[in-house]
Structure formats: C-alpha cells, structure tokens
C-alpha cells in the first residue's frame, strides 16, 4: 500500500470545513495552517462562499481530479456517499473521523465493509472510520482535528506511534514531547477498514528519521504479516515497543483442552511478537520510558544494571525491587572492584547498588571516576543514577559534573538519570543538559529500573531456532482420541508406555499379557477427553481375571457418566514407574500460528498454572532453559534429595510436538498430559496424548 498520498499529501480537501471555532472541520484547518502546510487547501461546505478567508467548494464534485487527501470531518451517515465521490474524482486517501461503522452494529458493519470495497476498486487510501487522523511532524501535515503544536525536530531523536486507539495515539504524543523526544508520524487507524496498523509499521521502518516505533494496538487483524513486519525491523536495528491490552481474566481464552484454556489469546500474541524482537510493555508509563531509552540512549545489551546512588536506605529499597522485577544487579568483581576502591574515598563501600553518600557535594568529580569502570564492565547493561535532586542549588552543583562525565567517556551503554525526589524544582536547563548528552531523565527510579528490565530481557532473548525439517501428517477433523494420536505421535519420537488399543476383553487380555501386569485400562472415544471424571481410567490391574472384572466396570463406569457416548473400544498399557508429572501442549492459531506449552501437569495442571507458552522452533537448550523458568523448576533439578530430572528427554517431546505442528497446520491443539519425567537418562513418557483437528 502506497500511503504517501496520505502521509506527504501535495493538496488536501476538508469535507465538512466550518467557520465555527472549534468544528472539527475548522480544527483541521487551523492545524494545516498552523503547519505552515504549503500546498492546495480545498474547503468543502455547501452554505459557505468563503471561511477564514478562503474560498469554498459547494460539493467533493466540485473538487479538481486528482487531489491527494481528504479529511471527512461529517456525519456518519453521510460517509459513504462521501468516499464514492471522493473515489470518482481520484482523490488519493481519505480520513474518516466519525464513528458508528463495525462498533455500531450490523448496519454499521456493513457500511464499513462497502468503504473498504470502494477503497480496494480505486487504490484509495482510507484511514479510520472512528479514528482521529495523522500528523506527519516531517513534512508539516495535520489531519487531524486535535490541535497539534508545530515541533522542532532539528537534532531530536524521532519516534513514529502507530495506535488504533486515537485518543492513546494523542496521550502518547503529548507523553514523548513532554521527554522532549521528536516524533515523525503519528497515525490513529480506529477501526481499520482499508488501512490497518501494520501498513503503517511498513511505512515507519523504512523511514530514515524514524529510531523507534511505539504501537498501541488491541487486535492484529493482519498477525502473520506482522510478525513479519517486527522481524524485518529488528533486522534493520529499528525496535518496536508494543502496548497490547488484554492480560485480565476477562479477557477471551480459548478452552478446547487444557492447552487452549491454559494459552490465552493475549500471551500467544506476546509469545509469537517477543519471539520476532518486539518490546511488549504492560502501561502507557512504561511504553513512554522505553520509547525514551530507546530513543535517546546507546543500545541496551544483555546483561545486569550497576547503580549509583547517594542513599543507604535507597540501596536496600533498590534490592528489594530488582528482586521483585527480576533485574540482576551484578556484584562489583575483579579489576571494576580494584578500580571503585581506588576512585572512592575510603569510608565508602564498594557494592552494587553503591551508595556515594553526600560526597559528591563536595567531589562533583567523584561522578566521573565511578562511571568509569562500570561504563566498561561487560557485566552491566546500563547504569542508573539515582540521585537526590532536593532544590536548585544542590541540583546546580550535581547536574553538570554528571552530564559533563558522560560527554566526557562517551559509553557505548545506556547511563540513566533517576531523581529519588520527584517534584523537585530542577531548572530545566539541568534536565535539557542530561537528555543533549544520550541521558534519559526520569522523575521516578522505580520507572527506570521497570523499563530498563524490559529491554534487557528482550536482548536477552533466545533468537536461536531448531532448525528442524516440519512433518506432515493425514490428521482427521475433530477430536482425536488417545489410541489414535499416540499412533499419530510415537513414529515422531514421543514415547509412550507399552500396550496396545483392544475392542473386545480377549485382545484386551492377548496386549496385557504382551506388555506384563499390572497394567491400566483407559476407555477411548473421540466424546471423551476427560477419561477421568467419568471413570475411565482403572489403574493397577493385576492380572487376567481382574482384567475381565475391569473391563465390564470401564463401560458401566462410562454408560452411568453419560449413556449416549459409545466407546471404540480400550487402551491397554504398562503401569508405568512414579515420576514428576509435566504438561506439554500445542496450539496452531489459525492468526498467529504454532506455539508450545509446557508446565507441571497432571489433574492439577489447570490448578496451579505454572505452565510457560514458547516457540514452536526453539532449541533443546532453548526448551531446557524454558523449563528451568517454571515457578516449580526446583523440583527438576533433584528437590530434597530426590535424582535430577531428564530434562534434555522432556525437551526431546517439545521438539517432536514443533515438528508436527510446523508441518501440519490444520492441527488446532495437541495436549500431552501427563508427561511422567523420570531421573536423568531415564528419559520421559507422556501417559496420554490428544489431538483436536480442523
């Protein structure tokens, strides 16, 4: 899609200007011209001859071909006749404000729809219905209603905000001026009916002045191009920090099986975003500190954060916190130690966080000999300063020694400027002097250390992939039940116990006597998929003749849950040995596309929770590292004296479950529960398999 039309218009009509102050079509002009915007300004209003000064058209006929963009500042009903004239007289894009379209019903719905057919015949751009416009900062173009200040970006680095919520597109604006930051483009999408975020995204990464993209999205309607589109930017060097809404209860979940109802739809879309580079952020406040760190400061690396301080008791409040939000605060070691100690007097204790105590009141350069072996310690990602600002006079004696330092060692890492007293009257000549150097300016460290644990985390990420071939297989629509998907699954590598599926007590008693008692017998039908709330799993069967018992007490047991469900026949199987048991699960979003869950399972599974959502493609490392995430994963690694799990056999089955689903898409989940792990080298056994197919 070709949006300069939109974006750089040479000529722009406003359908519906007004001379009333205030009127959303004399808002845009009032922008345009407060812009300085240089081309051909075409106002459309049937009842005026003139406003502010400029001639009138009577209708959009009236309009010469041709012309670039229009802003409908109308009624909703009059949209749609506004958009096919619009489309006659080859206007090239078009921004609808009002509302009541898909959010307004089934009219509304199908209003929608016939813009977006008359969009697609004519190649016209058409940003909303339901939305607030877009101002390109760049070139000087607001079509918007909202009243937009003319910004200097000479020498500011920029941030483009991509957000179908148009009021948030405005609050983040107004945040990222207030950091001083410039901003290239910002465009609200509403509800999306022939533009959507993601060719906005397109247009951003490969605009030059653009160092970050800030989005705030409810729902990808394109996912697959997307995660294309996140990809193609972190491979250019250019972030995208998301905020997505949708993290509640509330929120909607699938619940076919376990692994449905356990993977939401909001942490599939953060598992697939992470996995393609995107910093996914949970509050304005925070996608406004990344965005500033982002795009003011060095690149944040992995690794841990050094902080400096002038407080004792901000220390321990510094540990606490990094504790909670999992930020490594590496202890100060080897030549950084030798180097600290050198630099400091004395009566101060080099730790990690340090705290400077008042010295500096009186050793302004004590700022510059500290910085200098952190700066280039590899253990820490960035460092924080946090520093007590009290009023003008200590800020005066504080603010230059630090900025002057930074100019001075110019790192190669982030240095964060955190004030332990927000609200203090700092001359803004201090904070401007920070933010000129790289240096991000925050009112709050609590903010600093959350943002910074965010980009850490997302340079830390896995990029590895297994690089595995996908396996394809003839899946049925439906639910598969246990026999069948084991059959499905064990030629892939995933072992299950001994046994076989009988539909009749002699070939039941013929695999028993195969396989050894004492075996299981579980009752097998596509209708049943929880065999265990209808007394379809009898355990422990010693022998032949209870073999026999077992086998009329399975059909009674599932006849009395519900007569109306037939059985295919039965699983007979191996009483397998004790073990720790584990979930591994499987979803093919028809969206978003493959992902893996993995967690402590058994009847507790759904109980409990302590299941982590990963990429199909992962490494067995990248699995293994995944499983030593979980709340629980103390109990893999040996918990009171019991053996070390085998881990690398677990990770073995996640490996097997991508491969099927990469290669087999019409498979909609895949739920393995339990998956028994046995000690290490002992391998792993998934006890019952489900598949779920479209």
């Given at each position: 899609?070709?949006?300069?039309?939109?974006?750089?218009?040479?000529?722009v009509?406003?359908v519906?200007?007004?001379?009333?102050?205030?009127?959303?079509?004399?808002?845009?002009?009032?922008?345009?011209?407060?812009?300085?915007?240089?081309?051909?300004?075409?106002?459309?209003?049937?009842?005026?001859?003139?406003?502010?000064?400029?001639?009138?058209?009577?209708?959009?006929?009236?309009?010469?071909?041709?012309?670039?963009?229009?802003?409908?500042?109308?009624?909703?009903?009059?949209?749609?006749?506004a958009v096919?004239?619009?489309?006659?007289?080859?206007?090239?894009?078009?921004?609808?404000?009002?509302?009541?379209?898909?959010?307004?019903?089934?009219?509304?719905?199908?209003?929608?729809?016939?813009?977006?057919?008359?969009?697609?015949?004519h190649?016209?751009?058409?940003?909303?219905?339901?939305?607030?416009?877009?101002?390109?900062?760049?070139?000087?173009?607001?079509?918007?209603?909202?009243?937009?200040?003319?910004?200097?970006?000479?020498?500011?680095?920029?941030?483009g905000?991509?957000?179908?919520?148009?009021?948030?597109?405005?609050?983040?604006?107004?945040?990222?001026?207030?950091?001083?930051?410039?901003?290239?483009?910002?465009?609200?999408?509403?509800?999306?009916?022939?533009?959507?975020?993601?060719?906005?995204?397109?247009?951003?990464?490969?605009?030059?002045?653009?160092?970050?993209?800030?989005?705030i999205?409810?729902?990808?309607?394109?996912?697959?191009r997307?995660?294309?589109?996140?990809?193609?930017?972190?491979?250019?060097?250019?972030?995208?920090?998301?905020?997505?809404?949708?993290?509640?209860?509330?929120?909607?979940?699938?619940?076919?099986?376990?692994?449905?109802?356990?993977?939401?739809?909001?942490?599939?879309?953060?598992?697939?975003?992470?996995?393609a580079?995107?910093?996914?952020?949970?509050?304005?406040?925070?996608?406004?500190?990344?965005?500033?760190?982002?795009?003011?400061?060095k690149?944040?690396?992995?690794?841990?954060?050094?902080?400096?301080?002038?407080?004792?008791?901000?220390?321990?409040?510094?540990?606490?916190l990094?504790?909670?939000?999992?930020?490594?605060?590496?202890?100060?070691?080897?030549?950084?130690?030798?180097?600290?100690?050198?630099?400091?007097?004395?009566?101060?204790?080099?730790?990690?966080?340090?705290?400077?105590?008042?010295?500096?009141?009186?050793?302004?350069?004590?700022?510059?000999?500290?910085?200098?072996?952190?700066?280039?310690?590899?253990?820490?990602?960035?460092?924080?300063?946090?520093?007590?600002?009290?009023?003008?006079?200590?800020?005066?004696?504080?603010?230059?020694?630090?900025?002057?330092?930074?100019?001075?060692?110019?790192?190669?890492?982030?240095?964060?400027?955190?004030?332990?007293?927000?609200?203090?009257?700092?001359?803004?000549?201090?904070?401007?002097?920070?933010?000129?150097?790289?240096?991000?300016?925050?009112?709050?460290?609590?903010?600093?250390?959350?943002?910074?644990?965010?980009?850490?985390?997302?340079?830390?990420?896995?990029?590895?992939?297994?690089?595995?071939?996908?396996?394809?297989?003839?899946?049925?629509?439906?639910?598969v039940?246990?026999?069948?998907?084991?059959?499905?699954?064990?030629p892939?590598?995933?072992?299950?116990?001994?046994?076989?599926?009988?539909?009749?007590?002699?070939?039941?008693?013929?695999?028993?006597?195969?396989?050894?008692?004492?075996?299981?017998?579980?009752a097998?039908?596509?209708?049943?998929?929880?065999?265990?709330?209808?007394?379809?799993?009898?355990?422990?069967?010693?022998?032949?003749?209870?073999?026999?018992?077992?086998?009329a007490?399975?059909?009674?047991?599932?006849?009395?849950?519900?007569?109306?469900?037939?059985?295919?026949?039965?699983?007979?199987?191996?009483?397998?040995?004790?073990?720790?048991?584990?979930?591994?699960?499987?979803?093919?979003?028809?969206?978003?596309?493959?992902?893996?869950?993995?967690?402590?399972?058994?009847?507790?599974?759904?109980?409990?929770?302590?299941?982590?959502?990963?990429?199909?493609?992962?490494?067995?490392?990248?699995?293994?590292?995944?499983?030593?995430?979980?709340?629980?994963?103390?109990?893999?690694?040996?918990?009171?004296?019991?053996?070390?799990?085998?881990?690398?056999?677990?990770?073995?089955?996640?490996?097997?479950?991508?491969?099927?689903?990469?290669?087999?898409?019409?498979?909609?989940?895949?739920?393995?529960?339990?998956?028994?792990?046995?000690?290490?080298?002992?391998?792993?056994?998934?006890?019952?398999?489900?598949?779920?197919?479209?």
């Amino acid at each position: 899609m070709d949006l300069a039309r939109l974006l750089a218009p040479r000529s722009v009509a406003i359908v519906g200007a007004s001379d009333k102050p205030g009127a959303l079509g004399r808002s845009v002009l009032d922008n345009l011209v407060r812009h300085d915007f240089a081309g051909d300004i075409h106002l459309i209003n049937p009842k005026r001859e003139t406003i502010a000064g400029r001639p009138c058209l009577p209708s959009i006929e009236a309009l010469p071909a041709g012309v670039d963009a229009a802003v409908l500042a109308i009624p909703g009903p009059a949209v749609l006749d506004a958009v096919r004239a619009l489309a006659e007289r080859g206007v090239g894009a078009a921004v609808i404000f009002s509302a009541g379209f898909a959010e307004g019903g089934e009219e509304g719905l199908a209003a929608q729809a016939e813009v977006a057919r008359i969009a697609r015949a004519h190649d016209m751009v058409v940003e909303g219905p339901n939305c607030l416009g877009m101002t390109n900062y760049l070139a000087g173009v607001p079509l918007t209603f909202v009243e937009t200040p003319k910004l200097d970006l000479a020498g500011k680095p920029c941030v483009g905000i991509v957000s179908q919520s148009g009021a948030m597109a405005v609050v983040l604006g107004t945040t990222l001026m207030a950091k001083d930051l410039g901003i290239s483009i910002t465009v609200s999408t509403g509800n999306e009916a022939a533009s959507g975020v993601e060719d906005y995204v397109d247009h951003l990464i490969d605009e030059p002045n653009t160092r970050v993209i800030g989005m705030i999205v409810e729902q990808f309607r394109q996912p697959a191009r997307f995660l294309d589109l996140a990809a193609r930017a972190t491979a250019a060097g250019k972030r995208i920090v998301l905020l997505h809404p949708g993290t509640s209860s509330a929120a909607r979940e699938s619940a076919a099986t376990h692994t449905g109802a356990m993977a939401g739809d909001w942490q599939l879309m953060k598992t697939k975003v992470t996995r393609a580079g995107v910093i996914l952020v949970e509050s304005l406040e925070e996608l406004g500190d990344v965005l500033d760190i982002v795009a003011r400061a060095k690149p944040v690396g992995a690794g841990g954060v050094a902080v400096l301080t002038e407080s004792g008791a901000f220390k321990a409040l510094t540990l606490d916190l990094a504790e909670r939000i999992g930020l490594a605060l590496p202890p100060v070691e080897g030549e950084t130690e030798a180097a600290m100690r050198a630099a400091i007097p004395d009566f101060i204790g080099v730790s990690n966080p340090m705290d400077l105590t008042a010295q500096a009141l009186v050793d302004p350069d004590l700022y510059r000999r500290t910085l200098t072996p952190l700066l280039a310690d590899r253990a820490y990602a960035a460092v924080v300063l946090g520093i007590i600002q009290t009023d003008p006079s200590t800020a005066a004696r504080k603010f230059p020694p630090i900025t002057d330092a930074v100019k001075t060692l110019s790192p190669d890492k982030p240095v964060i400027f955190a004030g332990l007293d927000d609200g203090a009257p700092v001359p803004p000549e201090h904070i401007a002097g920070l933010r000129a150097a790289g240096v991000p300016y925050f009112p709050s460290a609590d903010r600093a250390f959350r943002a910074l644990t965010r980009l850490i985390d997302a340079a830390g990420r896995d990029a590895a992939t297994a690089g595995f071939a996908p396996v394809a297989v003839e899946v049925p629509a439906g639910v598969v039940p246990e026999y069948r998907a084991k059959a499905l699954l064990a030629p892939l590598g995933v072992p299950f116990p001994q046994g076989g599926f009988a539909t009749d007590v002699e070939a039941a008693k013929a695999i028993a006597a195969q396989v050894g008692y004492p075996v299981v017998l579980k009752a097998q039908s596509a209708a049943l998929s929880h065999k265990s709330d209808a007394g379809g799993v009898l355990l422990n069967i010693a022998d032949a003749a209870a073999l026999d018992a077992a086998w009329a007490r399975l059909f009674a047991n599932v006849a009395a849950y519900d007569a109306a469900i037939a059985l295919d026949g039965a699983l007979v199987e191996a009483m397998g040995a004790r073990g720790t048991e584990l979930i591994v699960g499987a979803r093919n979003d028809p969206a978003w596309g493959p992902a893996i869950l993995i967690g402590f399972g058994g009847v507790t599974a759904e109980l409990f929770h302590d299941v982590r959502l990963l990429p199909h493609d992962l490494t067995r490392d990248g699995v293994i590292a995944e499983l030593r995430r979980l709340k629980s994963a103390a109990l893999l690694d040996g918990f009171r004296g019991a053996p070390p799990l085998d881990t690398g056999a677990v990770a073995d089955i996640v490996l097997a479950v991508g491969r099927l689903l990469a290669g087999t898409p019409n498979i909609r989940e895949i739920d393995l529960n339990p998956v028994v792990a046995y000690p290490d080298g002992e391998g792993a056994v998934a006890l019952d398999a489900l598949i779920l197919a479209d």
